[in-house]
């Protein structure tokens, strides 16, 4: 049977197997060598002593006088310190029934041997997961998602491709042709087609994005819409402008100021605007997962953008590792591009566009009015044409092809790591992800045709409002670029005519939505607006919620009727030109008849 025996120097109670009898064993605790009895007896059973006579039991013992400072030196704390009890330091838990591996305190999550808070702890009172999580097993998470979705990742080659197709043969129809109308619809057309490109992606990356915050990784169904991603490439644009174009700005004025003032050569600007490029590609995880919430404001504040990537630097980091690292591909193309073919590509286009120019001029020549008092035009000083040789464009426009082939699966690859970044790092990007909640109230009779709106925003109502604006200046543009083209007054006139028409057109319309809102309220308002300046001051005033998206229109016909009066005043006020003088008659010479 096993042998308790209790060690000298710290009085830790050891069991020992029944073959240490006769030996000595190490304490654990201070090392201290321990004499097991040999005895065959049980040792659990107490000894009792014997007992002494009854007349030495009888005499009494002389009383000895302790002296209390030796009783106090002679006391050893550590005797009375119980080694077997685990308590916590900090609340004071009984710990003595855990596990002896289990240093972390279950009620406060102290650890009593790292003397901190507890692994577990640390996790608990994260809001979210745990960033460290995001880094194991990254590559292979992502590489499962793409196999996953292999067939949405051959569908947005297609996209991409068929895209890329229908913009380069825009733009080169838009060099090919000289009139302005027609190249203005292929230059809308190619602006259309190319942002499906970035649109699309944009698009998809919001959606693996919200995929991966729901835990799930496989696509049931993902429409294309042509206009809905060339919109997301507006957005992307938009963002570039106001999100990004802060940061871009200082090292492109520095590479500016480098070129023209400073004698470095030419291509130090275009370095410079890469080197402004690189944080902005560095940030754009974090602009991707505030895009996708439902309040994306933080996305267009570039200060935020720049503090949550102090937060999430090594998350950023990687991500951006896998963006160099998977379009190495792509990046040597783009670069093979441009050294064989740039210069090609470049002298194609200025042939073309002084083919284009000089095509005008020999139009205008064959229109020009006739007659005694017209200006001859010298047709053989504007010259003919040149011809255009395209086949330096085969090579180019077939690696674009191919470059479309893998664009899908790389993007995918880098979009799932983008989500799975949104997913660990959510409590660091202070993610909005909860739009402010309606209460529903049931109606007594109720259309089913008519949907019920949420209660209209201040953003919603301005941005509405300043589409319908300019809706209508751009149907005006349109109708007055044909009107110039069509007739003598010319393109320039005619667009700028056609846009006073339609902030005319969009002024009254909002005129008369105010009035009805007016009238809707009460008939003292409706008569009330009818007062010059003052009444649609005071009922929009009064009415602020229901009439702020008249006056945000209001407020844009006012500002683009103002610099369209100036701009027609500028431009198309002619000088008088004064008449040629009139010749004297030459004297006559001598001898003439």
């Known amino acids: 049977m096993p042998v308790k025996v209790r060690c000298s120097s710290c009085d830790k109670v050891l069991t020992v197997p029944d073959a240490a009898r006769g030996k000595a064993v190490k304490c654990p605790q201070c090392d201290t060598k321990i004499a097991v009895p040999a005895g065959d007896a049980d040792d659990s059973k107490v000894i009792k002593p014997k007992k002494k006579p009854a007349a030495a039991a009888a005499a009494p013992k002389p009383k000895k006088r302790v002296d209390s400072e030796d009783a106090l030196m002679a ?17 004071g838990f009984d710990m003595h029934e855990m596990d002896e591996e289990e240093t972390e305190c279950p009620k406060c999550g102290f650890d009593i041997e790292a003397g901190g808070m507890g692994v577990k702890a640390r996790k608990r009172a994260l809001r979210g997961p745990d960033p460290a999580d995001f880094y194991p097993g990254l590559a292979k998470d992502a590489g499962k998602f793409v196999g996953k979705n292999i067939m949405l990742a051959w569908r947005t080659d297609a996209y991409t491709l068929v895209s890329l197709l229908i913009s380069l043969f825009c733009a080169f129809m838009y060099l090919w042709l000289s009139a302005w109308p027609p190249r203005y619809f292929f230059a809308l057309c190619f602006s259309v087609s190319f942002l499906v490109i970035p649109g699309w992606l944009w698009y998809l990356d919001t959606e693996v994005i919200k995929l991966t915050l729901e835990r799930k990784d496989k696509f049931k169904k993902l429409n294309f819409d042509f206009f809905l991603a060339s919109s997301k490439g507006v957005i992307g644009v938009a963002w570039a402008l106001v999100g990004a174009g802060p940061i871009l700005l200082l090292p492109a004025m520095l590479g500016y100021y480098l070129v023209h003032y400073s004698g470095q050569p030419e291509w130090m600007l275009p370095v410079c605007i890469g080197i402004g490029l690189l944080p902005i590609v560095w940030m754009l995880p974090i602009t991707m997962s505030h895009m996708t919430m439902p309040i994306s404001v933080p996305a267009w504040m570039f200060w935020k953008v720049i503090q949550f990537w102090g937060r999430t630097l090594g998350g950023c ?41 000089i095509n005008r001029q020999l139009l205008a020549a064959e229109n020009a009015p006739k007659g005694k008092n017209a200006k001859p035009v010298d047709i053989t000083a504007i010259g003919k044409p040149v011809d255009v040789d395209l086949k330096p464009l085969i090579g180019p426009v077939i690696i674009l092809m191919v470059m479309c082939l893998p664009i899908g699966f790389i993007a995918m690859f880098n979009m799932r790591i983008n989500g799975l970044f949104t997913y660990y790092f959510r409590d660091r990007l202070e993610l909005v992800d909860k739009a402010k909640d309606y209460k529903y109230v049931a109606k007594a009779r109720r259309d089913p045709n008519d949907d019920e709106e949420a209660p209209r925003t201040l953003q919603k109502d301005a941005t509405e409002g300043v589409v319908l604006v300019l809706v209508f200046v751009i149907m005006g543009c349109i109708g007055g670029m044909l009107y110039g083209t069509l007739t003598d007054a010319g393109v320039t006139k005619g667009v700028l005519v056609g846009a006073r028409i339609g902030t005319a057109l969009a002024s009254i319309t909002t005129g008369l939505a105010l009035l009805t809102k007016a009238f809707q309220t009460s008939i003292g308002w409706g008569f009330a607006y009818l007062i010059p300046c003052v009444g649609p001051i005071l009922f929009i005033s009064k009415h602020w919620e229901l009439t702020r998206k008249e006056f945000f229109q209001a407020i844009v016909v006012f500002v683009l009727s103002a610099t369209l009066e100036v701009l027609m005043a500028v431009m198309l006020v002619a000088p008088v030109e004064a008449p040629p003088p009139v010749a004297a008659p030459a004297a006559a010479m001598p001898g003439a008849p």
């Open 75 to 91: 006391l050893d704390l550590r005797r009375a310190e119980d080694t077997n009890a685990r308590i916590c330091s900090k609340c």
């Open 317 to 357: 980091s990687v991500w951006l590792m896998w963006i160099l690292v998977t379009n190495i591909p792509n990046f040597a193309a783009a670069g093979l591009i441009a050294g064989v073919w740039g210069n090609d590509i470049q002298n194609i286009v200025q042939t073309m566009e002084s083919n284009a120019d």
